[in-house]
């Protein structure tokens, strides 16, 4: 299911995640480091839920300082009810879907980093990582949480 609704959300969203992803990968070449900034985000315009009526989801990617040779990138994936909601009866697990469009390629792996229960919803937070930093090479490492 997360899978399909990957999918959906990539091609509803499309150009929307794309210039996310580019945004993203910009705040790589930030000068985050000691002495520097700690940190630099971007956002997505709020979208609503593609399979929960009466949820918007907010999507908002952040680096942070490196603690080794790459940079840490942060993914929070915000659901939030409209009034009329309950929390019981919304798929949450949209969250993941969500994630993973960001992520928007096989080499970059999606770890879910928990959550927490906001006043209208929940926020999940997950870490990006490049699967050929991992394998030594010199490229920036993506995490996600907010």
Do not use: K
Not at 25 to 49: C, F, K, W
Not at 89 to 113: I, L, S, T
Not at 119 to 131: C, I, M, N, S
């Amino acid at each position: 299911m997360i899978g399909t609704l990957t999918h959906r959300i990539q091609m509803i969203c499309g150009d929307e995640l794309s210039l996310l992803r580019r945004q993203m990968y910009a705040l790589a070449r930030q000068d985050i480091h000691e002495g520097a900034v700690d940190g630099a985000a971007t956002a997505m315009a709020r979208n609503p839920s593609c399979v929960n009526h009466g949820v918007s989801v907010d999507v908002v990617c952040f680096a942070t300082r490196p603690t080794g040779q790459a940079a840490d990138f942060m993914i929070s994936v915000a659901m939030h009810m409209h009034p009329e909601r309950r929390a019981g009866d919304v798929y949450w697990e949209e969250a993941d879907a969500w994630a993973q469009a960001v992520a928007g390629n096989e080499r970059v792996r999606v770890e879910p980093r928990g959550s927490r229960d906001s006043p209208v919803g929940r926020v999940f937070h997950y870490a990006l990582t490049d699967e050929t930093a991992a394998a030594g090479f010199q490229e920036p490492r993506l995490a996600a949480v907010t």
